[in-house]
Protein backbone atom coordinates (compact mmCIF):
# COMPACT_ATOMS: atom_id res chain seq x y z
CA UNK A 1 0.00 0.00 0.00
CA UNK A 2 1.23 3.39 -1.00
CA UNK A 3 -0.12 6.14 1.61
CA UNK A 4 0.53 9.85 0.53
CA UNK A 5 0.23 12.44 3.34
CA UNK A 6 0.60 16.00 2.51
CA UNK A 7 1.98 18.98 4.45
CA UNK A 8 5.41 19.79 6.86
CA UNK A 9 7.00 17.20 7.12
CA UNK A 10 7.54 18.26 11.10
CA UNK A 11 4.11 18.14 11.49
CA UNK A 12 2.69 15.09 9.85
CA UNK A 13 5.22 12.78 11.56
CA UNK A 14 3.78 13.52 14.78
CA UNK A 15 0.51 11.74 13.37
CA UNK A 16 3.22 8.44 12.74
CA UNK A 17 3.25 5.43 15.57
CA UNK A 18 6.82 5.04 16.93
CA UNK A 19 8.85 2.14 15.34
CA UNK A 20 6.44 1.83 12.12
CA UNK A 21 9.05 1.91 9.51
CA UNK A 22 11.89 -0.72 8.64
CA UNK A 23 13.57 1.73 6.00
CA UNK A 24 13.66 5.60 5.79
CA UNK A 25 15.30 6.83 2.41
CA UNK A 26 14.86 10.76 2.07
CA UNK A 27 15.96 13.24 -0.26
CA UNK A 28 15.60 16.70 1.64
CA UNK A 29 16.67 19.83 -0.01
CA UNK A 30 20.20 20.58 0.51
CA UNK A 31 20.24 24.20 0.91
CA UNK A 32 22.81 25.20 -1.46
CA UNK A 33 21.12 27.44 -4.06
CA UNK A 34 18.59 30.56 -3.72
CA UNK A 35 16.10 28.79 -5.59
CA UNK A 36 12.89 29.36 -3.22
CA UNK A 37 12.37 25.22 -2.89
CA UNK A 38 15.97 24.79 -1.66
CA UNK A 39 15.36 25.69 2.15
CA UNK A 40 16.93 23.31 4.83
CA UNK A 41 14.07 21.86 7.10
CA UNK A 42 15.60 21.78 10.37
CA UNK A 43 14.99 19.34 12.98
CA UNK A 44 13.73 16.55 10.37
CA UNK A 45 16.03 13.76 11.50
CA UNK A 46 15.22 14.11 15.12
CA UNK A 47 11.64 13.71 13.88
CA UNK A 48 11.75 10.43 11.88
CA UNK A 49 14.47 8.72 14.21
CA UNK A 50 11.25 7.81 16.62
CA UNK A 51 9.68 5.66 13.66
CA UNK A 52 12.25 3.95 12.61
CA UNK A 53 12.16 0.21 14.15
CA UNK A 54 15.57 -0.68 15.76
CA UNK A 55 16.42 -3.04 12.82
CA UNK A 56 16.24 -0.38 10.35
CA UNK A 57 17.88 2.44 8.96
CA UNK A 58 17.75 5.42 6.74
CA UNK A 59 19.67 6.54 3.69
CA UNK A 60 19.65 10.08 3.04
CA UNK A 61 20.69 11.63 -0.35
CA UNK A 62 22.88 14.69 -0.08
CA UNK A 63 25.81 17.17 -1.36
CA UNK A 64 29.02 17.25 1.00
CA UNK A 65 28.70 20.45 2.09
CA UNK A 66 25.31 19.56 3.28
CA UNK A 67 26.25 16.92 5.53
CA UNK A 68 29.17 18.94 7.27
CA UNK A 69 27.34 22.11 8.05
CA UNK A 70 24.59 19.75 9.26
CA UNK A 71 26.06 17.45 11.39
CA UNK A 72 24.54 18.01 14.41
CA UNK A 73 21.38 17.27 12.94
CA UNK A 74 22.12 13.71 13.06
CA UNK A 75 23.05 13.60 16.67
CA UNK A 76 21.46 10.25 18.15
CA UNK A 77 22.23 8.31 14.67
CA UNK A 78 25.40 6.05 13.80
CA UNK A 79 26.86 6.47 9.85
CA UNK A 80 26.68 3.27 8.16
CA UNK A 81 28.26 3.70 5.03
CA UNK A 82 28.14 5.77 1.95
CA UNK A 83 27.74 5.44 -1.54
CA UNK A 84 28.31 7.64 -4.66
CA UNK A 85 25.58 8.36 -7.48
CA UNK A 86 27.91 9.39 -10.60
CA UNK A 87 25.60 11.04 -12.67
CA UNK A 88 25.97 11.36 -16.83
CA UNK A 89 25.54 15.06 -16.15
CA UNK A 90 27.16 17.72 -14.00
CA UNK A 91 26.01 20.71 -11.57
CA UNK A 92 27.33 24.11 -13.13
CA UNK A 93 27.09 26.15 -9.47
CA UNK A 94 30.53 27.33 -10.34
CA UNK A 95 32.64 27.72 -12.99
CA UNK A 96 36.03 28.14 -11.36
CA UNK A 97 35.65 24.46 -9.65
CA UNK A 98 35.32 20.85 -11.00
CA UNK A 99 32.32 20.33 -12.15
CA UNK A 100 30.43 17.82 -9.96
CA UNK A 101 29.01 14.86 -11.26
CA UNK A 102 27.90 13.26 -8.43
CA UNK A 103 25.85 13.23 -5.11
CA UNK A 104 26.34 11.32 -1.83
CA UNK A 105 23.76 8.99 0.06
CA UNK A 106 24.72 8.03 3.52
CA UNK A 107 23.49 5.22 5.61
CA UNK A 108 22.45 5.57 9.46
CA UNK A 109 21.12 3.91 11.84
CA UNK A 110 20.12 4.35 15.13
CA UNK A 111 22.70 5.45 17.83
CA UNK A 112 21.81 2.75 20.24
CA UNK A 113 21.75 -0.11 18.01
CA UNK A 114 24.10 -2.41 16.99
CA UNK A 115 24.92 -2.69 13.71
CA UNK A 116 24.58 -6.32 13.41
CA UNK A 117 21.26 -6.60 14.00
CA UNK A 118 20.53 -3.83 11.29
CA UNK A 119 18.47 -5.31 8.46
CA UNK A 120 20.71 -5.25 5.55
CA UNK A 121 20.75 -7.71 2.08
CA UNK A 122 23.71 -7.24 -0.21
CA UNK A 123 22.72 -6.48 -3.75
CA UNK A 124 25.00 -8.00 -6.76
CA UNK A 125 25.44 -6.97 -10.20
CA UNK A 126 26.03 -9.87 -12.90
CA UNK A 127 29.35 -8.24 -14.17
CA UNK A 128 32.33 -10.26 -12.68
CA UNK A 129 35.46 -11.14 -14.21
CA UNK A 130 36.94 -15.13 -13.37
CA UNK A 131 39.36 -14.50 -10.81
CA UNK A 132 40.36 -16.45 -7.30
CA UNK A 133 41.11 -13.66 -4.62
CA UNK A 134 42.81 -15.04 -1.42
CA UNK A 135 42.19 -12.58 1.60
CA UNK A 136 44.32 -12.94 4.63
CA UNK A 137 42.34 -12.94 8.24
CA UNK A 138 41.61 -9.72 9.90
CA UNK A 139 42.60 -9.64 13.50
CA UNK A 140 39.16 -8.94 15.98
CA UNK A 141 40.29 -4.88 16.15
CA UNK A 142 40.00 -4.54 12.39
CA UNK A 143 36.59 -3.28 11.31
CA UNK A 144 34.69 -5.80 9.43
CA UNK A 145 37.19 -8.31 11.55
CA UNK A 146 37.05 -12.08 9.13
CA UNK A 147 39.18 -15.45 8.86
CA UNK A 148 41.54 -16.04 6.17
CA UNK A 149 38.71 -16.28 2.66
CA UNK A 150 38.91 -17.61 -0.90
CA UNK A 151 36.70 -16.19 -3.37
CA UNK A 152 35.97 -17.40 -6.86
CA UNK A 153 33.78 -15.74 -9.54
CA UNK A 154 33.44 -16.37 -13.30
CA UNK A 155 32.92 -14.36 -16.32
CA UNK A 156 29.42 -12.31 -16.05
CA UNK A 157 28.70 -14.03 -12.62
CA UNK A 158 27.74 -11.85 -9.57
CA UNK A 159 29.47 -9.22 -7.79
CA UNK A 160 29.13 -7.40 -4.51
CA UNK A 161 27.50 -3.80 -6.01
CA UNK A 162 29.79 -1.20 -5.70
CA UNK A 163 29.85 1.91 -3.32
CA UNK A 164 29.45 4.25 -6.67
CA UNK A 165 26.61 4.01 -8.72
CA UNK A 166 26.06 5.52 -12.55
CA UNK A 167 22.39 5.81 -13.21
CA UNK A 168 21.80 8.76 -15.83
CA UNK A 169 19.67 11.74 -13.79
CA UNK A 170 16.11 12.88 -14.42
CA UNK A 171 17.42 16.19 -16.95
CA UNK A 172 14.49 16.51 -19.57
CA UNK A 173 12.14 14.34 -18.51
CA UNK A 174 11.53 14.64 -14.60
CA UNK A 175 8.46 16.27 -13.45
CA UNK A 176 10.37 17.58 -9.99
CA UNK A 177 13.52 19.84 -9.69
CA UNK A 178 15.51 17.34 -7.40
CA UNK A 179 13.65 14.21 -9.19
CA UNK A 180 16.26 10.97 -8.34
CA UNK A 181 16.29 8.14 -11.19
CA UNK A 182 14.51 4.86 -9.78
CA UNK A 183 18.38 3.28 -10.91
CA UNK A 184 19.52 4.85 -7.47
CA UNK A 185 16.72 4.21 -5.21
CA UNK A 186 16.24 0.87 -6.16
CA UNK A 187 19.26 -0.74 -4.50
CA UNK A 188 19.19 0.97 -1.41
CA UNK A 189 14.95 0.08 -1.06
CA UNK A 190 16.35 -3.48 -1.72
CA UNK A 191 19.20 -3.52 0.67
CA UNK A 192 17.66 -2.07 3.28
CA UNK A 193 14.33 -2.98 3.13
CA UNK A 194 13.02 -6.56 3.86
CA UNK A 195 10.25 -8.19 1.74
CA UNK A 196 6.78 -6.91 3.10
CA UNK A 197 8.52 -4.12 5.34
CA UNK A 198 7.44 -0.57 5.25
CA UNK A 199 9.69 2.48 3.94
CA UNK A 200 9.10 6.25 4.70
CA UNK A 201 9.46 9.54 2.18
CA UNK A 202 9.35 12.26 4.23
CA UNK A 203 10.57 14.54 1.21
CA UNK A 204 8.06 12.57 -1.94
CA UNK A 205 8.77 15.01 -4.12
CA UNK A 206 7.35 13.38 -7.31
CA UNK A 207 7.40 9.81 -5.72
CA UNK A 208 10.28 8.19 -6.89
CA UNK A 209 10.88 5.83 -3.46
CA UNK A 210 6.82 4.94 -3.76
CA UNK A 211 7.09 3.76 -7.57
CA UNK A 212 10.27 1.46 -6.37
CA UNK A 213 8.12 0.33 -3.26
CA UNK A 214 5.30 -0.62 -5.33
CA UNK A 215 7.52 -2.60 -7.85
CA UNK A 216 8.71 -4.68 -4.87
CA UNK A 217 5.67 -4.85 -2.78
CA UNK A 218 6.52 -2.46 0.22
CA UNK A 219 4.59 -0.53 2.21
CA UNK A 220 5.34 3.27 1.61
CA UNK A 221 4.85 6.66 3.37
CA UNK A 222 5.52 9.52 1.11
CA UNK A 223 5.04 13.20 2.86
CA UNK A 224 4.94 16.00 0.35
CA UNK A 225 4.54 19.61 1.32
CA UNK A 226 4.26 21.48 -1.34
CA UNK A 227 0.85 20.60 -3.06
CA UNK A 228 1.46 21.20 -6.61
CA UNK A 229 3.39 17.88 -6.46
CA UNK A 230 0.42 15.86 -5.07
CA UNK A 231 -1.31 15.25 -8.15
CA UNK A 232 2.10 14.43 -9.74
CA UNK A 233 2.40 11.63 -7.34
CA UNK A 234 -0.87 10.38 -8.18
CA UNK A 235 0.03 10.22 -11.94
CA UNK A 236 3.23 8.79 -11.54
CA UNK A 237 1.84 5.72 -9.70
CA UNK A 238 -0.71 4.96 -12.02
CA UNK A 239 1.31 5.97 -15.33
CA UNK A 240 4.86 5.98 -15.11
CA UNK A 241 4.77 2.01 -13.74
CA UNK A 242 1.28 0.88 -14.75
CA UNK A 243 1.98 -2.60 -13.64
CA UNK A 244 2.58 -1.76 -10.27
CA UNK A 245 0.23 1.11 -9.49
CA UNK A 246 -1.14 -0.08 -6.35
CA UNK A 247 -5.50 0.70 -6.31
CA UNK A 248 -5.04 0.75 -2.04
CA UNK A 249 -3.14 4.42 -3.19
CA UNK A 250 -4.30 6.57 -0.79
CA UNK A 251 -5.72 10.13 -2.12
CA UNK A 252 -3.46 13.30 -0.71
CA UNK A 253 -5.52 15.83 1.06
CA UNK A 254 -5.11 18.23 4.02
CA UNK A 255 -5.13 17.19 7.36
CA UNK A 256 -4.19 13.56 5.90
Not at 160 to 173: D, K, N, P, T
Amino acid sequence: MITVLTGDCRDVLRTLADGSFDCIIVDPPYGETSLPWDRRVVGWPAAVRRLLKPTGSMWVFGSQRMFLECAAEFDGWKLAQDIVWEKHNGTGLFADRFRRVHEHALQFYLSDAKWGSVYKDPQYTNDARARTVRKKGRPAQWIGATGETVYRSEDGGPRLMRSVIFARSEHGRAVHPTQKPIEIVEPLLLYSCPPSGAVLDPFAGSGTVGLVAARHQRDCTLVEANEEFWPVIQDRMANDAPLFADPALSNPGPGD
